[in-house]
């Protein structure tokens, strides 16, 4: 006897149903709700483009060109080779 096309259709959707269910199923269990907003405790503050001083306690890379990986904070005479510099880099 020959398939009717709703026993066709039934063997080919029910494995769609299945897949659809069983990933809304996931994402549905893999959700997990912050547990506060930001800059609650679940994130740092953005690094932003305001006029306040800004504190970042990890190290600070920019697209590789720039690198802040020390505690050297420059206000001021610089000068490689002595502790007391006279005057400013040129």
């Known amino acids: 006897m020959k398939p009717s096309l709703r026993d066709i259709l039934v063997k080919s959707l029910f494995p769609v149903f299945l897949a659809i269910i069983l990933v809304a199923g996931i994402a549905y269990a893999v959700w997990t ?14 690094i932003n483009i305001g006029t306040t001083t800004q504190y970042k306690s990890g ?20 000068g ?5 510099p006279a005057g400013g880099m040129r």
């Open 33 to 46: 709700e912050p547990t506060a907003i930001p800059p609650g405790d679940n994130v740092e503050a953005p």
């Open 59 to 78: 190290a600070l890379g920019i697209g590789g060109a720039l690198r802040g990986y020390s505690n050297a904070i420059f206000d001021g005479n610089v």
């Open 80 to 84: 490689i080779g002595t502790a007391n």
